[in-house]
């Protein structure tokens, strides 16, 4: 009895002085008002994702990826079929809603999916890409742990590991996976000590058998534009070592290029990667901003003569790394648009055939790799679907170091709970079965070779009482109709679009 009134008496205490501490503190309003009691503000503000995530949000409208998705994803990589019983939850008659056609006499799925040979006439070492692969994001981000379950998954799975901007660590190497190489505007690994790109480091290490692709970063589609920054007390000496900057010193990576300023300089540095690199496939990534952009480098390959053997197309609804609210919401274009943009100017020049399209933005489920296919892609990279087969649980604590599943943190005590051997091989079994149902869609509609896609297969609900494909929704370019006579709709940006430099006027 008398210890129970010695803990409550130690409470009352404590409470007060907390109260008074509130009272006079002059930063929190709240706290001043209500001492004590204010604190469960802060507490419920600060688990107010969770609340949201396992509480409130239906199955399928959740943010950025529904509870539905998640589950898939969590399944599939779990071995589980990931079916579903009652029908549909969404309202498949709402403007907006999107359906693929199938077939009165769908297809047998062929044995193997279908690859994607990447490497055009100037590249020696063509890759053969599979139809979904990791997506780019950087040790630093991720940690050791993830990076090696990606690659390990990767390994297993026949598909292929894009590195990120932030340089190619030991970890990516361990595991043996195929790697596709990015450089950003850092040049974080292959760079000199005021910044520069560093040709000779970047060709010993792009030499290495694991390396398969070289890919230069323009720009990302969760901050298009900006370039990242590494706060000083995450750029440890490992990381340091690994981005060739001073330890303990904020990394920052400048948000344009220093290689070229114009699109002919970065169609000749794309060349000359290539040629660094080995004759290895050489491309690029960006979010799309304007079209007149687009056809600027479009005319750069026609001058120089050469073109980058792939082009990776990133969506502003994309992006793993933190970013400013305002770049997040409302800067750059949709996969989508950005997408149907790439393709349709690359064949208006005529040069589709030589370039292959890689799409990257909220692709998880077969059903998205279908999509984008049609919507002109080759083949699709992923990341946060990636990071939840590994263990992400989209918790939104990337940019904090407080992972609570060891994938977005360098905290070694986090990242330790994140065990390789069991996550590479979540990561390979939801790669293959989600390759598998986009394959299996593919022969619902009657295909089995996803060159044999057509606009046609993807319709769209415009109104309540309409809907229509994309091939009648949309504007789709034949080869060499730019050179040829431009549509009205495109020959406002072509007439805009110059060689010599980007940010022609613009429709």
Sequence with gaps: MARGRWVLGGAGVGAA?????????????????????????????????????????????????????????????????????????LDVNEVGYEYLVHSAAPADPPEQPARVL??????????????????????????????RALNKGAALGGFAH???????????????????????????????????????????????????????????????????????????KEIADIRQVPQGEKCVSPSSHRVFHTPVELIEFI??????????????????????????????????????DFIVVDGSEGGTGAAPL??????????????????????????????????????????DIVKRLIQGADYTNSARAMMMAAGCIQAQRCHTDKCPSGVATQNPRRARALDVGDKSERVHRYQQATVDEAMRIMAAMGVTDPSRLSPHQLRLNVSATDNQSYAALYDWLSPGQLLAEPPEAWAHDWAAASADHFGGRMS
């Design 17 to 89: 002085g907390l109260a008074a501490w509130d009272v006079l503190q002059k930063k929190h309003t709240i706290l001043r008002r209500y001492p004590v009691v204010g604190h469960l503000r802060y507490l419920l503000e600060d688990i107010r994702p969770e609340l949201q995530q396992y509480f409130i949000e239906r199955d399928w409208d959740g943010r950025p990826f529904d509870r539905d998705t998640r589950s898939v994803v969590y399944e599939r990589a779990k071995g589980i079929h990931g079916e579903r019983p009652f029908g549909t939850e």
């Design 118 to 147: 990447v490497g055009g006439p100037d590249c020696t070492k063509p890759y053969s890409m599979a139809l979904l692969n990791v997506s780019a994001m950087s040790f630093g981000a991720l940690s050791a742990n993830a990076i």
């Design 162 to 236: 894009d590195t990120g901007e932030g340089g190619l660590s030991p970890y990516h190497l361990e595991n043996g996976g195929d790697i596709v190489w990015e450089i950003g505007t850092g040049y974080f690994g292959a760079r000199t000590k005021d910044g520069d790109f560093d040709p000779a480091t970047f060709s010993d290490k792009a030499s290495g058998d694991s390396v398969k692709c070289v890919s230069l970063k323009l720009s990302q589609g969760a901050k298009p534009g900006i370039g990242g920054v590494l706060p000083g007390a995450k750029v440890t």
């Design 271 to 308: 060349g000359r990667m290539r040629e660094l690199a080995g004759g290895k496939p050489t491309g690029f990534k960006l979010c799309v901003g304007s079209r007149v952009d687009v056809l600027a480098i479009c005319k750069a390959m026609l001058e120089v003569g050469t073109t980058p």
């Design 326 to 367: 305002e770049f997040e919401d409302h800067v750059g274009m949709p996969l989508t648009h950005g997408l149907m943009t790439v393709h349709n100017a690359l064949v208006g020049v005529g040069l589709r055939d030589r370039v292959r399209i890689g799409a990257s933005g909220k692709v998880a489920a077969g059903n």
